[in-house]
């Protein structure tokens, strides 16, 4: 199936993380439209030489840890017209990525700030559902199921 997002996410139990991770970048995402079964989200990225991508996206309520997720680039211009049909729906965080095993999967590593500041969680993404994968020491207890941490349940 095209436009999916297999994915698993998990509390982080240190910061060991930063030690390994080959890159960071800053997010700024809103979320347009925050419904049972689907979000519209915003978002801008920020690397550390101050180069900006912005993206749309739109997912689906989530099946087993597979979900329907479309994604398109827009602007930085577009972006900053749509934040403000978010509202307060505004999430901060610093993004790190991490290599996984096995290659080429990765570990994306957020670092909440706004509104959630002091919360990291570790999410990897799958080809398939019954991908396996090596946990690190800093990867903790699995919350893919609890809807509390779903970013758009975070605003």
């Not at 996410?9 to 390994?20: A, E, G, I, M």
């Not at 199921?145 to 349940?153: E, G, L, S, V």
Request: some cysteine; aromatic content about 10%.
């Amino acid at each position: 199936m095209e436009n999916r997002e297999i994915e698993r996410k998990f509390l982080v139990n240190d910061n060991s993380y930063r030690k390994s991770a080959y890159t960071h970048y800053d997010i700024i995402q809103g979320y347009i439209c925050k419904e049972p079964g689907r979000t519209i989200r915003i978002r801008l990225r920020t690397d550390a030489d101050g180069t900006q991508q912005a993206y749309i996206t739109i997912k689906s309520r989530m099946e087993s840890i597979t979900r329907f997720e479309w994604e398109k680039p827009i602007s930085v211009a577009d972006f900053q017209a749509l934040l403000p049909l978010c509202g307060n729906r505004v999430i901060s965080k610093v993004r790190y990525l991490v290599a996984a095993n096995p290659e080429p999967l990765k570990w994306e590593i957020d670092e909440f700030r706004i509104p959630n500041t002091g919360l990291v969680m570790a999410e990897i993404e799958l080809p398939a559902e019954d991908t396996s994968f090596e946990c690190p020491s800093f990867v903790g207890k699995e919350v893919t199921h609890d809807a509390r941490y779903y970013n758009a349940n975070m605003i």
